[in-house]
């Protein structure tokens, strides 16, 4: 059990410019999340998936940010034109299925900042 | 979707101490709760949770939280603080059958000898 991998852990970019995040969840963990955390505040839902299949997304995630998780494994973010108000932590969970009590192992998170 | 108030966001607690940390979360039917410990430069940890039961629920680390349905809280507590508590804590909560949690604004617990 390596843990919850995120890549990469700073990204400071442009405003306008596309950025992607990957995150490794543990293997065999069925539901992936991202979540978004802001200074001083708690994380916020932002979609998750079940496999490959993506079964909910927060209105918080606007037409600019599309998540993927082909073949159910590895899960990337992308946000795209980005703007300042994106900058944020975004973590990535996972779980191992079943349940919706279950525990969720997070990773480190990619601190995004956008010039 | 449930909203959760940490009613203290910075907690200076001596070592050896007791420490208390508040959560309440807007009223529902049935629901999940959890609290949430992220040490400096690491990934948010699970402390505990109460799906059903008794309402006073024990998690590692000498943590435990009580339920209180009628008070919409889940504070946690601590009888004996140690320097490796220093953390940040989140309270969160999910309605029963949902999977994704609401979370606090987290509490800032700093432990000093």
């Known amino acids: 059990d390596t843990g919850v991998s995120q890549d990469p852990r700073h990204k400071i970019t442009k405003r306008g410019q596309n950025v992607t995040f990957r995150c490794d969840p543990i293997?065999?963990?069925?539901?992936l999340y991202w979540y978004r955390q802001t200074l001083g505040q708690g994380p916020e839902f932002l979609t998750y998936?079940?496999?490959?299949?993506?079964?909910?997304k927060s209105r918080l995630l606007s037409d600019r940010f599309s998540a993927e998780r082909p073949k159910g494994s590895f899960s990337t973010l992308e946000i795209q034109r980005t703007e300042q108000g994106d900058s944020a932590m975004y973590l990535c969970?996972?779980?191992?299925?079943?349940?919706?009590?279950?525990?969720?192992?997070f990773g480190s998170g990619t601190q995004l900042s956008v010039l | 979707a449930q909203s959760v108030t940490q009613l203290d966001s910075q907690v200076p607690v001596f070592e050896e101490a007791p420490v208390e940390l508040r959560c309440n979360y807007s009223?529902?039917?049935?629901?999940?709760l959890f609290w949430y410990v992220q040490y400096p430069n690491q990934g948010l940890q699970l402390l505990l949770k109460y799906l059903s039961g008794s309402t006073l629920v024990k998690g590692i680390n000498g943590f435990e939280a009580e339920f209180n349905k009628s008070q919409t809280s889940f504070h946690l507590r601590k009888p004996s603080v140690h320097i490796s508590d220093t953390a940040e804590y989140f309270c969160?909560?999910?309605?029963?059958?949902?999977?994704?949690?609401?979370f606090g604004a987290g509490t800032t617990v700093t432990v000093r000898a």
């Open positions: 998936f079940q496999n490959e299949a993506q079964l909910e």
């Open positions: 969970a996972s779980s191992r299925g079943g349940s919706p009590n279950e525990k969720l192992f």
């Open positions: 293997s065999e963990h069925n539901r």
């Open positions: 009223s529902s039917v049935s629901v999940y």
């Open positions: 969160a909560v999910s309605d029963q059958g949902d999977y994704k949690l609401s």
